[in-house]
């Protein structure tokens, strides 16, 4: 497969993030909860005062490390990029879009496939989020399981996880949009369809 030109990975890292902060904003707008690091950030940006894009870049800046280590410099730094685009999208999008009246269930079907559609679009240019996405890359490539897979169960993790901290409900939604999420990734992302090579 021919590799991307530098304009191409651009602007496939300006689309990919805003997708997945359009989709976290679907979520935080029902008050749900999503898997890896943007779910803890979702879910401390209710407990405090500081809002969600501080404490997701903040909260990834030890996989960016990590991405460094494994995968090199450019997959780490176009990962920083796309984290800090999540992150200052995601918190200026209420000046652009509010939301009266919306279903739950739809926030988190939409929410879910928004955020996995932006990050097929991030993992297919030599980028990722950041966090658990680093993590799930560096098992698909020891063990050949679909990113998708691994992804699920650590967010499904996360998302049970709050359930000491929001109702039953919101925890129900929140799981929905997780399997939706990594259900679009499953599916879409597999080691032996389309395969992008991490120079070091």
């Known amino acids: 497969m021919e590799k991307h030109t530098i304009y191409e990975d651009g602007i496939a890292l300006l689309v990919g993030s805003f997708l997945v902060a ?20 979702l879910l401390f940006s209710q407990l405090t005062v500081l809002s969600f894009g501080t404490l997701y870049f903040f909260i990834n ?24 685009l999540v992150s200052i999208f995601a918190d200026q999008l209420h000046h652009f879009i509010q939301l009266s009246r919306i279903s739950d269930v739809f926030s988190a079907i939409a929410g ?20 658990f996405n680093v993590m799930c890359l560096l098992i698909q490539d020891k063990t050949g399981i679909s990113v998708g897979k691994t992804q699920m169960v650590l967010d499904c993790s996360i998302v049970v996880a709050s359930l000491f901290f929001v109702s039953t409900w919101i925890i129900a939604l929140s799981v929905l949009g997780a399997i939706v999420l990594n259900i679009t990734l499953a599916m879409n992302h597999k080691p032996t369809r389309y395969t992008v090579k991490y120079q070091q």
């Open 112 to 131: 879910g496939l928004l955020i996995g559609i932006g990050m097929l679009i991030l993992f297919r240019h030599r980028s990722s989020l950041g966090g």
């Open 22 to 41: 359009l989709g976290v904003f679907f979520l935080s707008s029902a008050q749900l909860i999503t898997g890896g690091t943007a779910g803890l950030a």
């Open 61 to 84: 800046l030890p996989f960016y490390a990590l991405a460094w280590l494994r995968f090199g410099k450019a997959f780490a730094m176009n990962s920083l990029i796309a984290g800090a």
